[in-house]
């Protein structure tokens, strides 16, 4: 079993460690284990990789292991952390909002996810945050019935990263 005790970098942010990702992958030589994102949050877990290697993490507490994250780097191989994808909740802002709802739309859609506690991810007019059953998405449609005009409401399936502060906690 090897023993890993930090996190050495992240292939999505440093493009050494990227470059070093591809040449080891390219040589076959690289590993993953795969965890769920609320195993994210654990400094002590034990996982076997993709190949095998028995790995046991004990990192620093308060670290969070996001997908690409390099927890092992030798000349024989790497080891990287990869999230499991999980099913969200797709929230678009259509780009119909005329001037008198441009205060309701955002605040209405806000206070609501808010209250529910949800972490989230923002990319351009979507929202993102993840969901345990279909049903939630009826209830958000009802929710947002009033404004619905201007929103649409999927489900989707995605590597789920929250942005930074809005993974306080989850009920």
Not at 23 to 39: G, N, P, W, Y
Not at 127 to 147: C, G, H, N, T, V
């Amino acid at each position: 079993m090897i023993t890993i005790d930090s996190v050495i970098g992240n292939i999505n942010k440093n493009t050494n460690l990227k470059r070093k990702y591809n040449e080891m992958s390219d040589k076959k030589v690289c590993e993953a284990i795969k965890i769920s994102r609320l195993e994210s949050q654990r400094v002590r877990m034990r996982k076997t990789s993709n190949k095998g290697t028995d790995i046991a993490l004990i990192l620093p507490q308060g670290t969070q292991l996001r997908h690409g994250d390099v927890i092992m780097v030798t000349e024989e191989k790497m080891v990287i952390v990869e999230l499991e994808p999980e099913n969200v909740a797709m929230i678009e802002i259509k780009d119909n909002i005329r001037d008198h709802d441009i205060i309701e739309v955002p605040v209405r859609v806000g206070h609501t996810i808010g209250n529910l506690h949800r972490p989230l991810k923002l990319e351009r007019n979507k929202i993102y945050f993840p969901i345990q059953a279909d049903s939630e998405l009826e209830m958000f449609r009802k929710l947002f019935a009033p404004i619905a005009e201007h929103l649409e409401i999927n489900k989707t399936t995605m590597v789920f990263e929250p942005e930074e502060g809005t993974a306080i906690h989850e009920h």
